[in-house]
DNA sequence: CTTATTCCCTGATTGC
DNA sequence: TGCAATCAGGGAATAA
């Protein structure tokens, strides 16, 4: 699943080799049919095609590719989704959904199993800022603003680290990380953690996030950065997916629980 | 405002 | 072993 980590090695990987390209021509797959936001997509493919890459930022889990003329194309992977870019082919998957062709004959493609992911061009994303919080890893995010946000919310901690109105790209598995290296239950009513305990979970937040990057994210199931390649973070996880296994600090077995509506995994021992 | 629930989708996993 | 039922997951929509 990609998260922050994720999306933002897939932006650093393309930056370099799609920025100044200009797109020569778009397909979309007529068995895809919500991929498409607020455009049809023959519409979609006409207005994209033609344009410029100038830029790619990320918010959250969001890639946001500028194009000229003020344009930005919106990209968001949620489950299974892949964007792909190779030289000189097309991928070859029977979970192709959208096609790019570009001027110097490369291809970037959007390939995803369940058809969860979803893109749109826009010429103003003020709709998309309403409804994400901070960046975990930018400025605006700051010990006291986890206080306070905390202090509203009586839920169990998890929920609002998963929560993107709240702060912006954290998914289940570096929630659970997050929570983790915190040494907080993922149950904890996230407005009984008090000012130091808030401290941990902010600098956590940001280790889970930043190792995670340093590894260029993690591949558990589909993900798979723009080249193809699988990140490596998978293979140092402290809990997520260790259900049974021992703690690498305390020895207890990790244990898995639904928490948030959400597969949670936490050490008992560790985390209260 | 928050929180809980359902839905989307399909391969993987579980249960009998 | 085999087949059906359930699970997994992000986020939108809906309900409370």
């Given at each position: 699943?990609p998260?922050?980590?994720?999306?933002?090695?897939?932006?650093?990987d393309?930056?370099?080799?799609?920025?100044?390209?200009?797109?020569?021509e778009?397909?979309?797959?007529?068995?895809?049919?919500r991929?498409?936001q607020?455009?049809?997509?023959?519409?979609?493919?006409?207005?994209?095609?033609g344009?410029?890459?100038?830029?790619i930022e990320r918010?959250?889990?969001?890639?946001?590719?500028?194009?000229?003329?003020?344009?930005?194309?919106?990209?968001?992977?949620r489950?299974?989704?892949r964007?792909?870019?190779?030289?000189?082919?097309?991928?070859?998957?029977p979970?192709?959904?959208?096609?790019?062709?570009?001027?110097?004959?490369?291809?970037?493609c959007?390939v995803?199993?369940?058809?969860?992911?979803?893109?749109?061009?826009?010429?103003?994303?003020?709709?998309?800022?309403s409804?994400l919080?901070?960046?975990?890893?930018?400025?605006?995010?700051?010990p006291?603003?986890?206080?306070?946000?905390l202090k509203?919310?009586?839920?169990?901690?998890?929920g609002?680290?998963?929560?993107?109105?709240a702060?912006?790209?954290?998914?289940?598995?570096?929630a659970?990380?997050?929570?983790?290296?915190?040494?907080?239950?993922?149950?904890?009513?996230?407005?009984?953690?008090?000012?130091?305990?808030?401290?941990?979970?902010?600098?956590?937040?940001?280790?889970?996030?930043?190792?995670?990057?340093g590894?260029?994210?993690?591949?558990?199931?589909?993900?798979?950065?723009?080249?193809?390649?699988?990140?490596?973070?998978?293979l140092?996880v402290?809990?997520?997916?260790?259900?049974?296994?021992p703690?690498?600090?305390?020895?207890?077995?990790?244990?898995?629980?639904?928490v948030a509506g959400?597969?949670?995994?936490?050490?008992?021992?560790?985390?209260?």
């Amino acid at each position: 699943m990609p998260e922050l980590p994720e999306v933002e090695t897939i932006r650093r990987d393309l930056l370099p080799i799609v920025v100044g390209r200009t797109i020569t021509e778009a397909w979309v797959s007529s068995n895809a049919p919500r991929l498409i936001q607020l455009l049809p997509p023959d519409e979609f493919c006409r207005q994209i095609a033609g344009r410029r890459i100038e830029d790619i930022e990320r918010r959250g889990k969001y890639l946001l590719f500028r194009l000229d003329g003020g344009l930005t194309w919106g990209v968001h992977l949620r489950m299974t989704g892949r964007l792909l870019h190779n030289a000189s082919a097309c991928p070859e998957s029977p979970y192709l959904r959208v096609t790019f062709r570009l001027d110097d004959g490369a291809w970037l493609c959007f390939v995803d199993l369940r058809k969860f992911g979803t893109m749109w061009l826009v010429d103003d994303e003020a709709f998309m800022w309403s409804k994400l919080g901070p960046e975990p890893l930018g400025e605006e995010f700051t010990p006291t603003y986890l206080h306070a946000l905390l202090k509203r919310r009586s839920g169990p901690i998890k929920g609002t680290l998963l929560d993107q109105k709240a702060i912006a790209g954290i998914g289940n598995i570096y929630a659970d990380e997050a929570l983790f290296i915190a040494g907080i239950s993922p149950k904890r009513a996230a407005n009984t953690l008090s000012k130091r305990r808030v401290e941990r979970l902010h600098a956590a937040i940001r280790e889970a996030l930043e190792l995670a990057l340093g590894d260029r994210g993690s591949s558990f199931r589909d993900y798979l950065d723009a080249s193809g390649r699988e990140g490596g973070h998978q293979l140092k996880v402290k809990v997520f997916r260790r259900t049974g296994q021992p703690c690498y600090v305390c020895g207890s077995a990790i244990k898995r629980a639904k928490v948030a509506g959400r597969s949670t995994h936490f050490c008992p021992r560790c985390q209260r």
